[in-house]
């Protein structure tokens, strides 16, 4: 039976050549450990540089496209391509992927600028904004109860109150469109609840819209 803990270490006795050799031999223990630590923790560290260095490349390049951008420069579109798909996962890829992905919106062709939000990979900061900016191309195609699924997923991925209550009343404007008044009337009731939410007011307003019944004559 192969020996584990103290039965696996070398038995260290009064024999000064014995101990000698127990002594060298831990040390090498010693030494190899150190030297696996010092692999592992030196790899980590050059994988977040490297990770910074690629993250900051990212928003030069980002910041070039965006000053194509501003000058309404025809390259502008695939210059936003290009730093998305050679950066994506990083906060410059991602920005420059919901740009491009609006500008084909512009071009009103809905589902190829989702196809733009489909192929990029957005860190968690960005993700509520990517199911926001996906959930508009359906409302551009007046899929609206598409749209309402996808605030609602926006919702789910936002990270600050004030933000999550603006994508549920986006939510809740998306399923009214689509018809679906009951569900419209839940999301604002609860909006409504929140007195402290900057959109308390409009979904009390909303609340009345949606349950009023039409008086008979």
Known sequence: MTKTGDAARPLITGDSESLLDT?????????????VVAVVVGGAFIWRANDARRETQAERAF????NLVAQRDTGAPTALAKVSQRYNGTSGGIQAALLYAQAKYDEGKFADGRKVLD?????????AGVE???AAGYEGEQKFDLAGEHYLKAVEKAELSGEKDY???EAARALAAAGKRAEAAKLWTELAAKPDSPMASEARIRVGELTATTAKP
């Open 63 to 66: 910041f070039d496209a965006m």
């Open 23 to 35: 002594v060298q031999l831990y040390k090498k223990q010693i030494t190899a450990t150190a030297i």
């Open 167 to 169: 994508l549920k009343g």
């Open 119 to 127: 192929d990029a990979s957005a860190p968690r900061a960005f993700q």
């Open 132 to 134: 926001a900016l996906r």
